[in-house]
């Protein structure tokens, strides 16, 4: 998928579609885990970072739903309250871009 020029006018007549917004967030979570992994966030304090504290359930919950998503993928997974890579997206995350 390629991320839309906001200031290409096809992009305003094309508005997101809700499985491109699910896979900007769950990009933007895994960046997020895996750019201060080793340390490690609670669910809460990654749903905070993410969403700027916002008290919007929709905000919160789509944080939510990106983690369970890439849960369900592989690539995270919870001990406890916080929200871990697994080896393979760290071991992805390490190769050297091309």
Do not use: K, W
């Amino acid at each position: 998928m390629a991320d839309r020029d906001p200031t290409c006018p096809a992009a305003a007549a094309h508005p997101p579609n809700n499985a491109e917004l699910d896979a900007r967030d769950q990009a933007e979570v895994l960046r997020e885990v895996l750019g201060i992994y080793p340390e490690t966030l609670t669910l809460d304090e990654l749903i905070r970072e993410l969403t700027v504290d916002s008290a919007e359930f929709t905000e919160r919950d789509r944080i939510r739903r990106a983690v369970r998503t890439l849960i369900a993928g592989g690539l995270l997974y919870l001990v406890g309250d916080f929200v871990l890579p697994t080896r393979a997206a760290v071991n992805f995350h390490d190769l050297p871009r091309a």
